[in-house]
C-alpha cells in the first residue's frame, strides 16, 4: 500500500532534550516537505526536499534540521526543543499523478514540549 | 509576502450546496490545491487546479480564475461526513507552498 508512514504518533519531552521525528514514504516520489500545524495558522512549512541531499527552507525553520541522505526517509530532528514548538506535525511527499500534482501526508505527530 | 485567505467558519444543512471561496496573493502561480481535513487526521487530496474554469469531480467541485486570484470549492448534496476543515492551498515559484489557515465546515441535519 502507497503510504507516507510517520512516527511516533505522539511524543512528549522535556526542554533540551533532542528528538527526531521519523518519515519515509514507499512511493519513490522526489519532493518531501515537513509542515507543523497550531490552531489559527493553519499548514506552516519548516523544510523541504526536491530530491536526495537536497534540503531547503520553508516558512518556519528555525529550531529545525533535516537531512536527506536516502529518497524514502525525510526525518525532522529537533536539537533543542522549546516549548513553543509544541504543535501538530505533518509530513508529505508529492508527485504528479493523474490529479495532477498531490500531497500524500503521514498521519501526523502531537508533540508536546514542556 | 504571500497570503491565502479563506472564511474561518461556515454552516450548512445536511442535502445542501455550499461554496467555499479563497483568495490568494502570491509571487508566481503554479496550482491550487484543496484539502479535505477531519479532526486530529491528516489532510487528504481533493483537487489540483492549474488552469481558469470548473473541475467537477462527484459531488465536489473546485473553480480558479488566475487573474483574479480566486477559487472556490464547491461541496452538493451535503453528507453529515462533510463537516470537516477544508485547507486551499497555492503552489508558486516552482517548489513552494502555501496554506490557507482553513475553513471548518458543520454540517447539521
Known amino acids: 500500500e502507497a503510504q507516507v508512514t510517520q512516527n511516533p504518533r505522539y511524543l512528549i519531552t522535556v526542554t533540551g532534550k533532542k528528538l527526531t521525528v521519523t518519515c519515509s514514504q514507499n512511493?519513490?516520489?522526489?519532493?518531501m516537505s515537513w509542515y507543523r500545524q497550531d490552531p489559527g495558522l493553519g499548514l506552516r512549512q519548516i523544510y523541504y526536499?526536491?530530491?536526495?541531499?537536497?534540503?531547503d527552507k520553508g516558512d518556519v525553520p528555525e529550531g529545525y534540521k533535516v537531512s536527506r541522505k536516502e529518497k524514502r526517509n525525510f526525518p525532522l530532528i529537533l536539537e533543542s526543543p522549546s516549548p513553543n514548538q509544541t504543535s501538530l506535525y505533518f509530513c508529505?511527499?508529492?508527485?504528479?499523478?493523474?490529479?495532477?500534482?498531490?500531497?500524500?501526508f503521514g498521519s501526523g505527530t502531537q508533540l508536546s514540549v514542556l | 509576502g504571500q497570503n491565502i485567505d479563506q472564511p474561518t467558519e461556515m454552516t450548512a444543512t445536511e442535502g445542501a450546496i455550499v461554496q467555499i471561496n479563497c483568495t490568494y496573493q502570491?509571487?508566481?502561480?503554479?496550482?491550487l490545491f484543496w484539502y479535505q481535513q477531519h479532526a486530529g487526521e491528516a489532510p487528504t487530496f481533493l483537487s489540483y487546479?492549474?488552469?481558469?474554469g470548473l473541475e467537477e469531480k462527484g459531488r465536489f467541485s473546485s473553480f480558479l480564475s488566475r487573474s483574479k486570484g480566486y477559487s472556490y470549492l464547491l461541496l452538493k448534496e451535503l453528507q453529515m461526513k462533510d463537516s470537516a476543515s477544508y485547507l486551499c492551498?497555492?503552489?508558486?515559484?516552482?517548489?513552494?507552498?502555501?496554506f490557507g489557515t482553513g475553513t471548518r465546515l458543520q454540517v447539521f441535519p
Open positions: 508529505a511527499s508529492s508527485a504528479w499523478t493523474a490529479d495532477g500534482e498531490k500531497l500524500f
Open positions: 512511493m519513490n516520489h522526489e519532493y
Open positions: 526536499s526536491m530530491n536526495v541531499e537536497v534540503t
Open positions: 502570491t509571487s508566481g502561480f503554479n496550482g
Open positions: 487546479n492549474v488552469l481558469d
Open positions: 492551498a497555492v503552489y508558486y515559484n516552482t517548489d513552494k507552498l502555501i
